[in-house]
């Protein structure tokens, strides 16, 4: 399994970016696929997460009506789209997996302990 993530950088409070994540190595047609993030100091908090089998999404508090988590089930990609940044985003962003154990098909995600495949991460900052 790999994810890997692109669209990180660096934009001032109140502005807007996009990351992607590309999973590869999995075929299963139903996997959670969420979004973490870590800022130094602090324990990595889940941002948002996908079922990718039916579109379910979920987000954390701090997040909801400014992040948009969606997927394009093509081309095996995630996205967290981030609008009205605020300098407390500021940290690395994490695409994550969760997939199904042996054959047992996934119906939806469960909770943020669950992922166990990573990406490398991607560095959002914001500056005020």
């Known amino acids: 399994v790999r994810l890997v993530e692109s669209g990180g950088g660096s934009v001032q409070t109140g502005g807007s970016l996009r990351l992607s994540c590309v999973g590869s190595?999995?075929?299963?047609?139903?996997?959670?696929m969420g979004w973490f993030r870590q800022a130094p100091g602090k324990e990595r908090e889940g941002v948002a997460a996908i079922f990718t089998g039916d579109g379910s999404t979920y987000y954390h508090d701090s997040v909801k009506g400014r992040f948009t988590i969606s997927q394009d089930k093509v081309k095996n990609t995630v996205y967290l789209q981030m609008n009205s940044l605020k300098p407390e985003d500021t940290a690395m962003y994490y695409c994550a997996a969760d997939l199904p154990l042996g054959s047992v098909p996934m119906v939806s995600c469960g909770t943020w302990g669950d992922f166990g495949y990573w990406g490398q991460g991607t560095q959002v900052t914001v500056s005020s």
């Open positions: 190595g999995y075929t299963y047609s139903g996997v959670c």
